[in-house]
């Protein structure tokens, strides 16, 4: 932390000034992030209230290694100049010297308030209750003189690449030490174009050892089994702790099925005994032996497995909308913003805003996504065909081999199908999501959310196929319960193990044998040292392939746990070691990762409900496979199709009990709700006050 100072060009008046090159820029060591100061060398702010003894480094830019000292002093001041003049308003430190090919940046305090309200982040009014940020009402919140206290961490380090993402030029111009291919056009994204000539490599967030340390110890280094959730989302983010909220919720609501799944095993010998089959790799022959408690008892978890799923997600609902209020996050802003950096299109004013910015025709976007998106997501799945396929063709030739062999080698290899399927399928899906990736790129959505939620929906689509397939296959075509039981067993054994290894096993391996020695660094080396040490360290993968693990559990427990009732025993087991797996993995293995403000999981929620309502089908249909029903079928007592009418009644009766469960149980508590529209109130309100100011000056 230190005194904003030095010579550098952040206090240019004009654009053109962002075109010298020759003007050099002061050198000075970053000293100890713990020390009162550090040397000189930041850019100058522009405005006094912004002046501070200290400055926080928040953010590092790496640059390619060819480039030249004048390309850097120029991207120094681009990040320093005022936004009037085309800069980003930040601070930027130069690192050890011109000649390096790092960046150090940080935030001054009206860019950071300004941030606050084009963001929509909601603050501490001087009444005690949340607000939306207001710039011109910002000496009546608590803490604005602040930023530590105002703003998190998370917050500080996303406003700087919020507005970094968002530097565009304001005229042609040409880049100093760069030939003249690399040239910027009128309202080109600059950062996106400097990190497609190579110029700039990489830009994460720094973290804070001291207060890294505090979280690890107060999240999984001790014996505590409840999450310090606000400090994860003031040094995470947002996005980052509603997934591990929803890890902790979901986690514990899963005691109440793993008990019940316990119960029925515990009391009923024909459970045991089909749960031992399935373990073995033997089918259940007899099902004349039923009795009456394992009918009871399926029908009992099929029921309640249906009824849980709906309260669970009814109550995250109320919990993610308090959570959303306490982080400041309910009345998020992001349709009238500047559009994301990888949008582009032809130059024109937007009718909404009335900016100048590029402009890309919905029709186009929807022609792009019938004729490339759609089919080959439609290839992919039918990839997932042909790889359940393939499991079927394994499935017999393994059985033919047992049948011939009798031996414990050709029992272990009725094994070998399911999980040859269940590696094929992670590899695809694996494959998948970077094809996803580019084919949403390709789409080209303006806003973050719209390119994130057409992404999650990709995924998603996919994800239900890929892991479902085969088990919806079994169950409503095959109708071979045995096989569906043993196919569902070995998914929830074998996928935890894999999901173990690589997420965390592996990483870890990597980390201590061959990351770990390249960073070893003493008290007293240089902070600039430090930074460039946790650049060795592989980058966040982010949180999709958390939530998709977590949605395929969902989906086991939800649609298929009444054939293995000790489904949500083993899905409990495994997530309480990866609360902790996870933490580790995120604090110790990764970089520290930009986290944009969010106000709940987004799409993710949707998926979960989604699956919520099909597991009233799947479980009726289950239902209807029992042995009971089949023998009274068998012995003529029930007709097929009367059996089959009680079903699709059963069906519509509890589809009707979830629909009314979920109009009884409000998405949100009664107290958030007047929050919301109070602050959604108090938001017209300022706006209307700002449009008249406006017209009067």
Known sequence: MSKVGGDEGGGESSSEALLQPEEKAPAGKLSKLSAATLGPGWTKVSCPCCYSERVEPLVLVKL??????????????????????????????????????????????????????????????????????????????????????????????????????????????????????????????????????????????????????????????????????????????????????????????????????????????????????????????????????????HMIQAVFSMLWSTVVMELWKRRSSSLSYRWGTLHLAERFAEPRPGFHGELGVNPVTGRVEPLFPEWQRHLRMALVSIPVVGLFLGLVVLGMLGFYWGEAQVKHLHADWDSLLSEALLYMPSVLHIVYTNVLATVYRTVARCLTEYENHREESSHDNHLTAKVLVFTFFNYFTVLFHIAFFKQDVPLLRKRLASLLIVTQLINQVTEVVIPFLVDRFISAPKRTESEDDPDEDKFRNQATLPAFPGLFAEYIELLVQFGYLSLFSCVYPLTAVLLLINNLTEIRSDAYKICKLFRKPFSPPVAN????????????????????WLLLLSPWLQRLIHEGEMSSTNILMLAVLAEHVLILVKVIMALVIPDEPDWIRKKREHIEFTSMQALREQKLHYKES
């Open 601 to 620: 999981m987004g799409v993710w929620r949707i998926a979960f409900e989604v699956l919520s309502f099909v597991s009233v089908v799947s479980n009726c």
């Open 64 to 297: 390619g290694e060819k480039i030249r000292p004048e390309t850097k002093r120029w991207l120094i001041r681009v990040i320093g100049a005022p936004q009037k003049d085309g800069g980003a308003a930040l601070l930027a430190h130069p690192g050890e010297d011109a000649s390096g090919d790092i960046i150090v940046v940080s935030a001054p305090r009206c860019t950071l308030l300004k941030a606050t309200e084009e963001l929509g982040l909601c603050k501490t009014y001087r009444s005690g209750d949340m607000e939306s940020f207001s710039y011109n009402d910002r000496d009546n919140f608590k803490d604005s003189d602040n930023m530590e206290t105002f703003l998190t961490l998370a917050e500080r380090q996303y406003i700087v690449k919020y507005e970094l993402d968002g530097l565009r030029a304001q005229r042609d111009l040409r880049i100093p030490g760069l030939s003249d291919r690399v040239t910027l056009q009128h309202r080109d994204n600059i950062w996106q174009k400097l990190g497609s000539a190579g110029v700039i490599v990489d830009m994460f967030p720094l973290h804070n050892p001291d207060k890294l340390k505090d979280l690890r110890e107060a999240w999984y280094s001790g014996n505590q089994l409840a999450q310090p959730l606000d400090s994860v989302n003031a040094y995470f983010g947002s996005s980052v702790a509603f997934y591990f909220s929803f890890l902790d919720f979901y986690t514990w609501s899963l005691l109440p099925p793993a008990i019940l799944g316990l119960s029925i095993t515990y009391f009923s010998g024909e459970v045991q005994k089909q749960i031992e089959e399935s373990v073995s790799g033997s089918s259940v022959t007899d099902v004349e032996d039923d009795s009456g408690p394992t009918i009871g008892g």
